[in-house]
Nanobody
Framework: QVQLVESGGGVVQAGGSLRLSCAASGGTFSRHHMGWFRQAPGKEREFVAA????????QYTDAVKGRFTISRDNGKKTVYLQMNSLKLEDTAVYYC?????????????????WGPGTQITVSS
């Protein structure tokens, strides 16, 4: 059983930056691909970014390319999402997720475990 806990959410002005962290406990972190998803009010949860278990492969949704960076520290069992140039439309609850070995499933939102989420609000 893997537990994920996100932190770093909050309120930020448009154009600002935030860094989210997701700490994992239990299970084997190093063989799990990790991802970030978000859900805005009234919308379905969507994929944001993913990173392979080795850290060598990353993938982003087009809306965040060039602005967000996903990274991981396997020694600390933590994955990060650095968010720069934030826009109003980035406002959402951000979720951390993990999937053992199956990259396509993670990107499609079929994760083994999810965190409870953290709210990001971008204000004008």
């Amino acid at each position: 059983q893997v537990q994920l806990v996100e932190s770093g959410g909050g309120v930020v002005q448009a154009g600002g930056s935030l860094r989210l962290s997701c700490a994992a406990s239990g299970g084997t972190f190093s063989r799990h691909h990790m991802g970030w998803f978000r859900q805005a009010p009234g919308k379905e949860r969507e994929f944001v970014a993913a990173i392979s278990w080795s850290g060598g492969v990353t993938q982003y949704t087009d809306a965040v390319k060039g602005r967000f960076t996903i990274s991981r520290d396997n020694g600390k069992k933590t994955v990060y999402l650095q968010m720069n140039s934030l826009k109003l439309e980035d406002t959402a609850v951000y979720y951390c997720a993990t999937r053992f070995m199956l990259w396509g499933d993670l990107v499609a939102g079929r994760a083994d475990y999810w965190g409870p989420g953290t709210q990001i609000t971008v204000s004008s």
